[in-house]
């Protein structure tokens, strides 16, 4: 689906920033770049921006006019960072991206349209556009690189077919799937776990048996919001007998003096 997204980048003065979009189109998927009158391409500064997407440079489409770029679009999304005259549908980059699926869904193909380094879209341009797309960065500094712009879309536009698609935005660690994957302790061993750490207390002087106000209880209260695996049960476990070496070695050395 992602591959009938087409960036379009209009009459690019810097190379490099040929280069960052396409690194960014590919970290997010998207394939189809097509440049617009392009001051200076094919360049070696893009190809290092690119970083590895030269794949993505490689099959990038040039054309002369807007018109052409635009062939084949059903939307077409322009960005705009200034305020214009005639009112336009504006969208931030979230309502772009689901803007953008849902024409895809459909079918159609999807233009992301970015303007000139120093000037962005003239109003021509974004007359030919079906929606404005305002990134709300601080108006304090307001500029975005063109690279960056791109970034920031096509990640929206990213997340938003992961949601789609029921994919996960978070790459789970090793470590938390194993713990997720493993067998949770029962009654039983979360009891003498209970024991175990009552005695440490006591041991360390936390816990005072006479007066123990209601510690355990709440302690008991804690663990138990908790769906503590056998991993995990081992790890407390252990922290619970170290502890209770380093007391009783302690208590030895006090004992010989």
């Given at each position: 689906?992602?591959?009938?997204?087409?960036?379009?980048?209009?009459?690019?003065?810097?190379?490099?920033?040929i280069?960052?979009?396409?690194?960014?189109?590919?970290?997010?998927?998207?394939?189809?770049?097509?440049?617009?009158?392009?001051?200076?391409f094919?360049?070696?500064?893009?190809?290092?921006?690119?970083?590895?997407?030269?794949?993505?440079?490689?099959?990038?489409?040039?054309?002369?006019?807007?018109?052409?770029?635009?062939?084949?679009?059903?939307?077409?999304?322009?960005?705009?960072?200034?305020?214009?005259?005639?009112?336009?549908?504006?969208?931030?980059?979230r309502?772009?991206?689901?803007?953008?699926?849902?024409?895809?869904?459909?079918?159609?193909?999807?233009?992301?349209?970015?303007?000139?380094?120093?000037?962005?879209?003239?109003?021509?341009?974004?007359?030919?556009?079906?929606?404005?797309?305002?990134?709300?960065?601080?108006?304090?500094?307001?500029?975005?690189?063109?690279?960056?712009?791109?970034?920031?879309?096509?990640?929206?536009?990213?997340?938003?077919?992961?949601?789609q698609?029921?994919?996960p935005?978070?790459?789970?660690?090793?470590?938390?799937t194993?713990?997720?994957?493993?067998?949770?302790?029962?009654?039983?061993?979360?009891?003498?776990?209970?024991?175990h750490?009552?005695?440490?207390?006591?041991?360390?002087?936390?816990?005072?048996?006479?007066?123990?106000?209601?510690?355990?209880?709440?302690?008991?209260?804690?663990?138990?919001?908790?769906?503590?695996?056998?991993?995990?049960?081992?790890?407390?476990?252990?922290?619970?007998?170290?502890?209770?070496?380093?007391?009783?070695?302690?208590?030895?050395?006090?004992?010989e003096?």
């Amino acid at each position: 689906m992602l591959q009938n997204i087409r960036v379009v980048l209009v009459n690019t003065s810097h190379p490099g920033n040929i280069g960052g979009a396409a690194r960014a189109m590919k970290n997010m998927g998207l394939s189809q770049l097509v440049l617009v009158q392009p001051e200076d391409f094919p360049s070696g500064e893009a190809v290092a921006r690119a970083s590895g997407a030269t794949d993505v440079l490689d099959a990038a489409l040039v054309v002369d006019t807007l018109e052409e770029a635009l062939t084949g679009c059903s939307v077409v999304l322009g960005t705009s960072a200034r305020d214009r005259r005639i009112p336009w549908p504006l969208l931030d980059p979230r309502e772009c991206a689901s803007t953008s699926l849902e024409h895809l869904e459909q079918g159609g193909q999807v233009a992301l349209v970015f303007g000139r380094e120093y000037a962005g879209l003239t109003n021509e341009e974004l007359q030919r556009c079906h929606f404005h797309v305002h990134i709300p960065s601080d108006p304090e500094f307001g500029s975005l690189n063109l690279a960056a712009a791109v970034q920031v879309l096509t990640y929206e536009v990213r997340m938003a077919w992961l949601a789609q698609q029921g994919q996960p935005t978070k790459m789970a660690k090793l470590e938390t799937t194993a713990m997720l994957n493993s067998q949770l302790v029962t009654v039983e061993e979360l009891e003498a776990y209970f024991r175990h750490l009552e005695q440490t207390l006591i041991a360390i002087r936390f816990l005072d048996p006479e007066k123990p106000r209601h510690l355990m209880a709440r302690l008991r209260r804690l663990y138990g919001r908790c769906a503590i695996s056998r991993l995990e049960m081992n790890i407390l476990r252990g922290i619970l007998t170290e502890t209770q070496k380093v007391v009783d070695g302690a208590a030895c050395k006090k004992g010989e003096e």
